[in-house]
């Protein structure tokens, strides 16, 4: 069950048991990092909690917190279904690349197909921040591009943080 709450024609909140979320205990990871999640394709919130139980599964990452989620429009390829999105504060000891291919496995599992950019998607797992880097190679931009013009991020994240 989720609360629903509406900002404006295109944005819409939801918070629920594990949407937002917070972990009491401190970490012995090394590492902290701020994940963006999205999806529009299906069942969006249940597939965010049935990610929210594989990750507390995991003995290399562990959930410090997660954010409302956050309903709205798709930017770029307009032509789909509207967005459900998330922050998740992870820590782990695995490296930026380690971790890139971890994310890419998550989202494969969870049924992730890539057509083309900015395409409708069973799940979307993007690194916003991985401690306090910046890495610009072909395959990982850290922090994420344009992260602070998207309310994608911006909106979840301020929540996330207050």
């Known amino acids: 069950m989720y609360l629903k709450r509406t900002l404006n024609d295109e944005l819409i909140t939801f918070k629920g048991l594990r949407f937002p979320y917070k972990k009491n205990s401190k970490s012995?990871?090394?590492?902290?990092?701020?994940?963006?999640?999205?999806?529009?394709?299906?069942?969006?919130?249940?597939?965010?909690?049935?990610?929210?139980?594989?990750?507390?599964?995991?003995?290399?990452?562990?959930?410090?917190?997660?954010?409302?989620?956050?309903?709205?429009p798709p930017f770029g390829y307009k032509n789909q279904d509207d967005f459900f999105n998330s922050i998740m504060i992870l820590k782990t000891s695995m490296t930026p690349k380690v971790f890139l291919n971890y994310l890419l496995r998550l989202e494969k599992k969870f049924g992730r197909k890539r057509s083309f950019a900015n395409a409708p998607r069973t799940l979307d797992l993007d690194i916003i921040f991985f401690d306090n880097r910046v890495i610009a190679t072909e395959k990982l931009t850290i922090p994420h591009p344009s992260w602070q013009l998207r309310e994608s991020v911006v909106i979840p994240l301020s929540e996330i943080q207050s």
């Open 28 to 72: 012995s990871l090394r590492y902290r990092v701020t994940v963006g999640i999205g999806g529009n394709i299906g069942d969006v919130k249940r597939r965010f909690e049935h990610l929210f139980f594989d990750i507390k599964k995991q003995s290399r990452v562990e959930l410090i917190k997660t954010s409302l989620i956050l309903k709205n």
